[in-house]
């Protein structure tokens, strides 16, 4: 029996959307091989995006196809709201193979159900559509006209809907408490591999009310001189006295993500990081005041731009990006970034990471918040303390400053 | 101060071999976008492949050059042996973004440094080479003559040194208690995210001596009927009394990877597990006794579908697959497979995992080992006991069958 995280009106609303924006671009079919977006449209959820898959929209059929792994077929069947006939699995010696290619299989079907000779749209700068599916789909189907239809799913995905924002509630929740439990963790001497363990351990058992998921990215753990690099993951060095802690993680709920990143202080922080704590601070309150259905995510960056640059702080990169259901290896969206220029207008149910994070030569900051934009202004959806935390090493009580 | 996990000596070799495949190849640059193949070359080690970035490998030049973002260079000085000025950073505005793509900087900078009219090689059908990014290289590089340099790299991996084949005994560690760990924590009532749960923090804590990494790929851990789907990942259900479980994990040291996966019944086994688990077992030994330098991978499937024929049994999939370093989404390297017709011949020091597994209409059993080709046969990395696990509801004992 399927047991589908979203009733079958949902699915639908989302097919038509999806139609409508394929008719908009000239599309008559679409090649899904983006994971989030295959769930997004049919359910379907399994670690098999490493073998070459994808979900079929043609305009004028009711329902999806799914192509993917022999071995894989039935969990199409039990994660997907498609017909067991719309499921066609090629064998295994088509995996991983010098001699015969997915694409190959693929392009055979297409061809076989009359659709060789439309218009057809794939996911050019998507993982997992590799350069050479393009070309062994553009051999096999010498009549047809491919497109770039690249995030056209993704913009369907911008506004969630309420059964989406109370996954992102849960995954929130998942988030709060493995936050909690990374933060307490840590003390001099312990690892940083202890201490991901820790995060990891409550992410994936979640609550006694739910269970928690893998998260698209790692927790990541950068520690001393490299908190100033954002995306190493832990080693098993000891913390000492003296270190920064950076923790990004986020919870997972059915595919849906809630990230959170705090930095923390082993003893007493350095003057740069007492310093720079109250600017970023200050700067998310500024956005969060200002944002609102109506301002373009261009303008929350010129507020934060202008609330540190009183500081004399500056920040070349982006603060952060539409968030929400996804699969390693990246939790964003890819559509709206929180960036100077961005003319992304601001709705209600869109959701966003804001990780206006500041590095220095050797260190940094991260201090972030997922939130929903609400008819009237925002609404952030974790609840951990937004300060930078404090482990003293004398009394290991986890005060916040 | 970069701290490599090889020696630069051995950085060299996998240089001097990668650039005799150029050679023959006629490949004049190398572009390399897979994570892993990065990582063999140059050491750099990051979270970050989920924006565009590569490894440049030029045959008349000494050092490769890393090109990627902003925000991960300094990660490139830290993580590699490459000189700062061999890092090349491309500004934020570039990151998933409409209007720029990271290709049409780097085709500027190749063009720049000469490269423009070569014959440049790339990973056609790697993870995270895109359509797209072909395209604009193409674009971008109208002189150059670009050519499918696929599994270039991977082949150079597929023989292990004597510090990998160390490193993977410590992954062997953890996979063996991360089995441990697991296996022991189920019993009815107990949720399988629960039992995952347990799972990660093992594996990403390690041991005493040193710490775990995130493995390729999550834990897999389906569950009654759901264990005729290999690749579906767990869910916040109970176990009940009279399911079997598949822990499909890996141990992960310095990205390299020894998976082990086992299948766990939740009180009595059904007749069906206990038939085929003493054939499985045997067509596993067969395999062992038959592997040795010289041998093809083709010829260890055929020992191994003689061996099940003989009880009634038959496998279409792959048997397995050589394995090592790695990045999501993927812990297996995409050259040998251990299946029908595959000519690869053993050598020492090549490593797979073998997972002859066995999926029937509603349920299937996964009996899995990791191993070393040796001088004059193979050896197993882990000593989890090679069996169908029994969880009895009454004394919880774990015993084995």
């Not at 603060?319 to 709705?347: C, F, K, M």
Request: with cysteine.
């Amino acid at each position: 029996m399927v047991l589908l995280p979203f009733d079958m009106m949902e699915y639908q609303q989302r097919l038509t959307k999806t139609k409508e924006r394929m008719e908009n671009l000239g599309v008559d079919v679409l090649l899904i091989t983006d994971p989030a977006n295959m769930n997004y449209l049919s359910g379907y959820d399994a670690w098999s995006f490493y073998v070459h898959q994808m979900l079929v929209i043609i305009i004028d059929e009711p329902q999806p196809l799914w192509i993917g792994r022999y071995q894989d077929a039935n969990g199409a069947r039990v994660t997907t709201w498609l017909y067991d006939e719309n499921v066609i699995a090629y064998p295994d010696q088509y995996v991983q193979s010098d001699l015969h290619h997915p694409m190959d299989f693929i392009a055979t079907i297409l061809k076989q159900i009359g659709q060789g000779n439309r218009r057809i749209g794939v996911e050019m700068d998507h993982y997992y559509f590799t350069a050479k599916a393009l070309e062994r789909l553009k051999q096999g189907l010498p009549d047809a006209e491919f497109q770039d239809a690249s995030l056209l799913v993704n913009y369907v995905r911008i506004i969630k809907s309420d059964q989406e924002i109370e996954y992102m509630k849960k995954a929130a929740k998942i988030a709060d408490l493995a936050m909690t439990k990374g933060v307490e963790s840590i003390y001099p001497g312990v690892r940083e591999c202890d201490t991901a363990a820790e995060i990891y351990y409550q992410m994936v058992k979640g609550t006694p009310e739910f269970g928690g998921e893998y998260p698209a990215i790692v927790p990541l753990l950068p520690t001393g001189d490299r908190t100033s690099i954002p995306h190493l993951t832990w080693t098993d060095r000891p913390f000492v006295d003296g270190d920064a802690v950076i923790i990004e993680l986020a919870g997972c709920y059915k595919r849906y993500h809630v990230p959170l990143a705090r930095t923390v202080s082993v003893g007493q922080p350095n003057d740069q990081l007492q310093q720079v704590t109250p600017v970023v601070l200050e700067g998310i309150q500024a956005i969060f005041e200002k944002a609102k259905p109506g301002v373009t995510c261009g303008e929350l960056e010129e507020t934060w731009r202008r609330t540190i640059k009183a500081h004399g702080y500056e920040k070349e990169a982006r603060l952060g990006y539409s968030v929400g259901l996804n699969y390693p290896p990246d939790w964003g969206e890819h559509t709206a970034s929180i960036r100077r220029g961005d003319s992304t207008v601001l709705q209600t149910n869109m959701t966003f990471h804001l990780i206006p994070a500041l590095w220095f030569n050797t260190d940094g900051i991260e201090i972030s918040e997922t939130f929903r934009v609400t008819d009237t202004g925002i609404e952030r959806f974790t609840t951990y303390p937004q300060n930078l935390l404090i482990r003293d090493s004398l009394d290991l009580g986890g005060q916040i400053s």
